[in-house]
């Protein structure tokens, strides 16, 4: 297996005092490279005549490492380590979001207009008209991150508590790439029943409502329901995503070695709410062959074994009935999708796929196989991670689609928004610039979220989801407020 690459997220800062002379820091230097760290800022706290203390950064390639890495500081005769923390738990102290107020509150008479007795007018106007709502409150650019804990990444069922931080980093993600204000809500509860209730209930506070990290086969019902009960939008992440990003990215690489969605065999490992998101995305793009594996081998249809989907990817893929393992389905195959684990696709099962392969390894944080083992097999290698080129990330995604869904004030997102939010971000990366290393666009890009805003609210218009925005006068001049 091949060793990962050290990266700031296990990035320690590491305090130590070391003798003051000539070459006492190029040792410390070097242990912390013979020990397989990489060194980045090196910062002066003090300078002494006989000791002097300075902030090592060091990037580790996980918790093990770091520590390897501090004993043979350690180790150095002379050399004592003082304090040593971890960047990323520094990051998270006290949470990464607050609310702050956008109007001052410094006189009389702003405390009398943004409260009472001047806020009772507002409450009546929305009574009165709920739409009116979406443009005096932050119903209109508000979004419900919303958890039950039991799939959090790669973690698993860690319970709401542990949920919270990734939650919160989604509402930064969201603040950051659209200016869209999130908030987490953790829920206690596993209960699909429990968690449409309490999701139906907070709607009203909110123009959208994001699921994130809830396992299947929950997440497929508590998303239908809510569609089916919201008028505002409801958008799994961790299936529709994932989806649309991996479609985007597929768009760009099919351009490099001239082959067509409808011509392609398609592998999919993993078949649980990504896994399904994805092939249902591929199918409405015009994909034709396509065929899941799981733990217990090829999905098809009258398989004992149970299906996630409630048997939607058994009846829709693999329609020529095809059993075995995963080395069987990938004879042939032009694409694999990653969806799953760790190592579960090797240097041999590359070999058996047609020209040119295409292999997105997408599970986290460690792929399928990694792109050091699949390089000079595979034409075109992504994963969904930053150290690597051709990262498939939600990120891409997912602001810019609630940035389009709130824009037009949409009653949902249906698959042609998804397909052209795929096809926006697919598009900011001009043909010229296409190479196997650059098939979808960095995650920083800034062009990605008003592209896909754009033609997610042109979908939503064209598919008569966004609802008609009447031209009235919101200053409440001549509404009934007087």
């Not at 804990?149 to 950051?176: C, N, Q, R, S, Y």
């Amino acid at each position: 297996m091949v060793e990962a690459i050290p990266s700031a997220s296990y990035s320690l800062t590491i305090r130590v005092e070391y003798p003051h002379r000539a070459g006492a820091l190029g040792q410390i230097m070097t242990a912390i490279g013979g020990a397989g760290g990489i060194v980045g800022a090196v910062d002066i706290v003090r300078m002494g005549q006989k000791r002097s203390i300075r902030d090592i950064t060091v990037n580790a390639r996980d918790s093990e490492h770091g520590r390897r890495i501090i004993q043979a500081i350690e180790g150095l005769p002379e050399v004592e380590v003082v304090n040593v923390s971890d960047r990323t738990f520094l990051i998270h102290l006290g949470g990464k979001i607050e609310v702050t107020p956008k109007r001052q509150l410094a006189t009389r008479d702003d405390l009398s207009m943004a409260y009472t007795p001047g806020v009772a007018r507002v409450c009546r106007a929305i009574a009165e008209d709920p739409e009116r709502a979406f443009n005096l409150t932050i119903k209109r650019n508000t979004v419900a991150v919303v958890t039950d804990g039991t799939a959090v990444l790669g973690l698993g069922d860690i319970g709401p508590e542990a949920a919270l931080p990734v939650m919160e980093g989604k509402a930064m993600l969201f603040k950051t790439f659209a200016d869209v204000d999130a908030f987490p809500i953790c829920l206690d509860t596993r209960d699909p029943d429990e968690i449409v209730s309490v999701v139906r209930s907070i709607a009203p506070t909110f123009g959208g409502i994001n699921l994130e990290d809830i396992s299947a086969p929950r997440c497929f019902e508590i998303e239908e329901r809510l569609k089916r009960e919201l008028e505002i939008p409801v958008f799994h992440d961790d299936q529709h995503g994932t989806a649309v990003v991996m479609l985007a990215a597929l768009i760009n690489a099919l351009k490099i070695v001239g082959k067509r969605i409808e011509d392609l065999k398609i592998v999919i490992t993993g078949v649980g709410a990504a896994g399904v998101a994805c092939a249902k995305i591929l199918l409405s793009a015009g994909a034709r062959n396509i065929i899941g594996c799981d733990r217990d081998g090829i999905v098809y249809r009258g398989r004992e074994a149970a299906d996630t989907s409630g048997g939607w990817f058994a009846e829709n893929t693999n329609l020529e009935g095809l059993r075995g393992t995963l080395a069987d389905a990938i004879e042939g195959a032009d694409v694999f999708l990653g969806l799953s684990a760790p190592g579960v696709l090797s240097v041999e099962h590359v070999k058996k796929m047609a020209r040119d392969p295409i292999v997105f390894a997408m599970a986290n944080p460690d792929p399928e196989i990694r792109p050091e083992e699949a390089a000079g097999h595979a034409r075109i290698v992504a994963t969904g991670r930053s150290d690597y080129p051709n990262q498939i990330n939600n990120v891409l995604c997912f602001p810019g689609i609630f940035r389009g869904a709130l824009d037009v004030r949409a009653r949902g997102i249906d698959e042609e928004m998804k397909l052209a939010a795929a096809r926006a971000i697919a598009g900011v990366i001009s043909e010229d610039q296409l190479s196997e290393d650059y098939i979808i666009p960095s995650v920083f890009d800034e062009r990605v979220a008003p592209a896909v805003a754009g033609a997610v609210a042109e979908a939503a218009q064209r598919s008569g989801l966004a609802r008609k925005v009447e031209d009235r006068n919101e200053m409440g001049i001549t509404s009934s407020g007087f």
